[in-house]
């Protein structure tokens, strides 16, 4: 069984890293409950953890990628940069991967296969 490689994407920005895996998986939660703490949740980690990343990422672009709804009590929704820069960096994922086929199967030929099961 040949292992399974996956490329993953961080994107800098003036030597700072601004975009990866993670912010981009955290976005999508958000996208798809509608909550800050839900996506935090969903990921593993604290609410503060969560809107500490979003807080950091909304101050990166020129316009906030989470919009949430004033005076508190929960909700939350990506702005059309948020899905913007989600598209984006999911596009660019899937050209990475194209472009680095070749590389990666040879790659994954010179990685130790996972050993079997001890049968029972």
């Given at each position: 069984?040949?292992?399974?490689?996956?490329?993953?994407?961080?994107?800098?920005?003036?030597?700072?890293?601004?975009?990866?895996?993670?912010?981009?998986?955290?976005?999508?939660?958000?996208?798809?409950?509608?909550?800050?703490?839900?996506?935090?949740?969903?990921?593993?980690?604290?609410?503060?953890?969560?809107?500490?990343?979003?807080?950091?990422?909304?101050n990166q672009f020129i316009h906030p990628l989470v919009e949430t709804k004033p005076g508190g009590g929960g909700g939350a929704k990506l702005s059309e940069t948020g899905h913007a820069v989600v598209d984006g960096y999911r596009a660019a994922e899937k050209e990475a991967m194209a472009g680095a086929k070749s590389s990666l199967t040879a790659l994954a030929g010179l990685v130790k296969r996972p050993e079997k099961a001890a049968a029972s």
């Open positions: 069984m040949t292992p399974a490689l996956r490329l993953t994407l961080r994107i800098d920005v003036n030597g700072h890293p601004t975009l990866g895996h993670g912010k981009i998986r955290l976005l999508e939660h958000v996208a798809a409950t509608g909550s800050i703490s839900a996506a935090g949740r969903a990921m593993g980690m604290s609410y503060r953890r969560a809107w500490l990343l979003i807080d950091a990422l909304n």
